[in-house]
């Protein structure tokens, strides 16, 4: 039988991280009021939109992040000269290459603040769609994703979550199931059969690995510490369940969570502290660690990087048993939403609408998935992929007991930039659980 998932786009606008914001935090509650000030005007439905009928060229400005060496830069890339050439004469995207994400954040924060949004763009999180919508410069697509075709091009729920008050500002693009990844090969020397399904049956697996000179698991605290942050998520998930960022910071989960991941690093690598991607990666695509979390976009590197017969060892999980509870479930991110600055020109508001029509056709997400190794938010035939890994992340994600964002796209982005600090002095023994949590909390 056909199965139809969403299919992810993965790269990280942030090997920073990427988003969902799930409710309970201060961020999302300030951006909810200031929402409420967003007034929308009535428009005829969009579907005739798309059509452009201006005779003079219609060029649209788009500043994008997946370019250079970014996984989606190719077949993205591809997409927009196939667009050009399509609309030659009509309609013209020009790109704006930005190579570092976090000057591309600043750089649209920037433009939105000063009155001048990019006619096409992208942003991370849906506390940014939600803090641009304020500004009142983003177009509104609600009318042109309810109509015709479009509405059933995307995983259900996903454009209906992107609304701010009703109003969809944007829509998601890229959406990620991160798992955690198990090197079979290793666990199977060091005489472990399966992967754990509890965090007590971890322990005895990571106490078997270090035995046989193998760190067990990856960590690392250096620039946002993407990993261990994804790590600290799935102990959240296990110690809190699905809704536990709806209950805030005060929930016990965010202190049994930070004993947990504290615990972590007496199996992680001795460098782990000061550690950033590169160490990490490293670690598990050389065999010398047997535990690794991230998304689907970094399986073409551990099969071009990875030592020989990794890829095919590699074994993935879910969220473990804490208590009896919370098991199986995945952590789950939109990293990109696709949004548009607002246009008085009718001609150019076509011309954005029929580049997004373009975009979401089913056979180039295939394309751009099976060549970035990403997925996206457009529902598509798994069987499709290319990727036996990538493959089966989609379609265990998509049965998960349940799904949840991570850490650093569910609480104020403040927040989330106190997290490395907050786990060094963790683990260093500044601060006990509590007060790791403490910090956090007093992020602003």
């Known amino acids: 039988m056909k199965r139809r998932i969403a299919v992810l786009l993965a790269v990280c606008l942030s090997v920073t991280g990427l988003l969902t914001a799930c409710g309970g935090s201060t961020k999302k509650d300030e951006a909810g009021q200031a929402d409420s000030e967003v007034t929308t005007e009535a428009k005829a439905p969009q579907e005739e939109a798309t059509e452009v009928s201006s005779e003079e060229l219609v060029t649209l400005t788009f500043p994008s992040i997946w370019v250079g060496s970014d996984s989606k830069a190719e077949a993205f890339g591809k997409m927009i000269s196939d667009f050009n050439e399509e609309n030659k004469g009509k ?33 991370e999180s849906f506390a940014d769609v939600q803090l641009f919508a304020e500004s009142g410069k983003l177009m509104d697509m609600t009318n042109f994703l309810a109509e015709g075709t479009m509405t059933e091009r995307f995983v259900e729920g996903l454009v209906e979550k992107a609304k701010v008050n009703g109003v969809n500002y944007g829509f998601p693009y890229e959406n990620a199931y991160i798992p955690a990844m198990y090197n079979m090969s290793l666990f199977e020397k060091a005489g472990i059969t399966e992967i754990p399904k509890t965090y007590d049956e971890l322990w005895v697996a990571c106490e078997k690995l270090k035995e046989q000179g193998v760190f067990p698991i990856t960590q690392m605290t250096n620039d946002n510490a993407w990993t261990s942050m994804l790590w600290y998520s799935y102990a959240v998930a296990s110690c809190g369940g699905a809704d ?25 690598s001795s460098d782990a502290i000061g550690a950033d991607a590169t160490v990490v990666n490293g ?41 009896g509870e919370n098991g199986g ?27 997004f029509e373009f975009i979401t056709q089913e056979d180039k997400i295939v394309e751009l998935s ?3 190794g990403s997925t996206f938010a457009i529902d598509t035939d798994v069987a499709n992929i290319e990727n036996r890994l ?18 650093q796209g569910s609480v104020p982005t403040a927040t989330a930039n106190a997290f490395p600090a907050a786990l060094e002095s963790l683990v260093l023994g500044d ?5 790791f949590v403490d910090i956090l909390k007093a992020a602003k």
């Open 283 to 323: 670690h598990f695509f050389n065999e010398r660690a047997a535990i690794y979390t991230n998304g689907s976009w970094i399986l073409g590197r551990i099969q071009s990087e990875g030592a020989e017969g990794l890829f095919d060892s590699i074994e993935i999980g879910s969220s473990l048993e804490f208590n």
């Open 390 to 407: 990538q493959a089966e992340i989609i379609t265990k994600g998509s049965e998960a007991n349940y799904t949840i964002g991570h850490f």
């Open 329 to 355: 479930g995945y952590l789950n991110v939109v990293q990109a939403y696709i949004c548009a600055g607002k246009q008085e020109d009718p001609a150019k508001e076509a011309a954005v609408l029929k580049f």
């Open 91 to 123: 309609i013209e995207i020009l790109v704006e290459e930005q190579t570092d994400y976090d000057a591309y954040r600043d750089k649209i924060r920037t433009q939105i603040s000063t009155g001048n949004a990019p006619d096409i763009f992208t942003v």
């Open 244 to 268: 536990v960022y709806e209950r805030g910071l005060d929930d016990p989960a965010f202190v049994e969570a930070a004993e947990i991941i504290k615990k972590m690093f007496d199996y992680t």
């Open 370 to 372: 099976n060549s970035s």
């Open 431 to 435: 601060v006990d659980a509590q007060g």
